[in-house]
């Protein structure tokens, strides 16, 4: 077999250009090793070097013990207050647990003030509030001395609870439709809650303040959106957002909003507030007697302004009598207005708290005499009775506290 003879020029020439090659690649490594060291820092990533500089800092400096697990958390809590954003908090486990903890429990109170005008102060919405504001419209129907067709629906101070609790209210009280909706941060809207055609027929004016926040303000906007109610006193807080908590690996939370609620017909109103129809402000002395629970309500601007607003003039302060408490405890006449009757049945059924509530309703028949709680919420010389409970046992209208845990 003939062999193919190879020239000494021709192999030459193929050194020569594997060479050149090798040295055009090494030299493009080499060149962007030198770049990516000399390159300045706030180009070359996310920004995050200057956290590696201040370890190196603290490494090579500090005199005291390092705990690492402290040293993440702290590093967390400062990333999320550096969005400056106070709706947006890191919390341990615990912290998480006492946050829950503070928002269960409250709910409302409420009165018949006469003259068809039913009173419900909201504390906050909670699961324990639908029986609660179910009751209330169950006494107003059932009273023999005035019966309810107007309410007050106090939401001053109230910036706690929970959305769906709102949606069942606004359920019972609107026509069909849309309630409540979510913007997310891209503008895509989504209808979360809806009610559906059977609705309670009251005229309704809200008192709203600065401190009305959250699920209240989402409250009191759907209603008005409907024109179902008028809006009394001053600007709300403009906190509407959902805010979800996200568990960590390590058990803590970051609570965060993701979702801007908003009503039929409406654009988010976070950091805007909700604007009142009629602008009423209480003194800075009536605000700070509001805020302790001391205000006397028949003085009070923006609940003489509600009632107004409902067209009466006067309402009756006194107690009407003990004739509403007997009502409240016998089987009486029930309202003629059939559709309230079943709307608050329909609640009461779907409650997921109605067993536990139901098993309350004895404890009910404690009341305040009304002067006694309005006049004098917070005096010290009241005699407890033999219960422990601070409250004088005189006879009184149907004014009650429907904190119902602390029955537990």
């Known amino acids: 077999m003939m ?29 962007s090793k030198v770049n990516a060291v000399t390159k300045p820092a706030q180009t070359t990533g996310s920004g995050y070097e200057i956290v590696d500089e ?22 967390c809590k400062g990333y999320v207050e550096g969005l400056g954003d106070a709706a947006v908090k890191y919390v341990t486990a615990q912290e998480y647990a006492a946050y829950n903890k503070s928002v269960a429990g409250e709910t409302i109170l409420y009165k018949n ?15 324990s509030t639908k ?39 606004l359920d019972m009280m609107l026509p069909e439709g849309e309630t409540i909706s979510g913007v997310d941060k891209n503008g895509s809207r989504t209808v979360l809650y809806t009610s559906d055609q059977s609705e309670i ?29 008028v809006i009394i006193g001053t600007t709300t807080a403009g906190d509407c957002a959902q805010t979800e908590a996200v568990s960590l690996s390590n ?8 979702l801007y609620y908003v009503t039929k017909g409406q ?12 602008v009423v402000e209480l003194s800075i002395a009536d605000q700070k007697s509001y805020d302790s629970g001391t205000l006397d309500i028949s003085k009070d601007p923006q609940f003489l302004a509600a009632v107004k607003a409902l067209g009466v003039n006067d309402v009756i302060m006194e107690s009407s009598s003990d004739t509403d408490k007997a009502s409240s405890d016998t089987d009486t006449e029930k309202s003629s207005d059939s559709d309230i009757e079943s709307k608050i049945d329909a609640l009461n059924s779907n409650s997921s ?12 028949d404690d009341y305040w005499d009304d002067d006694e709680y309005w006049n004098n919420q917070n005096n010290n010389d009241d005699e407890e009775d033999d219960n422990g409970n601070n409250y004088d046992e005189d006879e009184g209208d149907d004014y009650y506290d429907y904190d119902e845990d602390e029955w537990d």
């Open 3 to 31: 062999k193919k003879k190879t020239t000494f020029g021709f192999a030459l020439t193929c050194v020569l250009v594997a060479a050149a090659i090798a040295f055009t690649v090494g030299f493009l490594i080499a060149r």
């Open 54 to 75: 201040v370890e190196k800092v603290i490494k090579d400096n500090y005199l005291g013990t390092v705990n690492q697990d402290d040293l993440i958390k702290g590093m």
């Open 113 to 127: 003030f006469g003259k068809g005008i039913g009173y419900i102060q909201f504390l906050s919405f909670t699961q």
């Open 131 to 169: 029986q609660s504001f179910s009751n209330a419209l169950n006494d107003f129907s059932k009273s023999t001395v005035s019966k309810v067709n107007m309410l007050v629906l106090d939401l001053r101070n109230c910036s706690t609870g929970e959305i769906d609790v709102a949606a069942a209210l």
């Open 201 to 229: 027929d009251y005229d309704i004016a809200i008192l709203v303040n600065g401190k009305t926040a959250g699920v209240a303000e989402i409250f009191a906007s759907a209603l008005s959106a409907y024109g179902k109610a």
């Open 251 to 258: 058990g803590d939370y970051v609570l965060i909003p993701n």
């Open 267 to 278: 654009q988010t109103y976070s950091s805007t507030g909700v604007v009142p129809s009629t």
């Open 353 to 364: 708290d109605k067993s536990s509530d139901s098993e309350k309703t004895g404890i009910i």
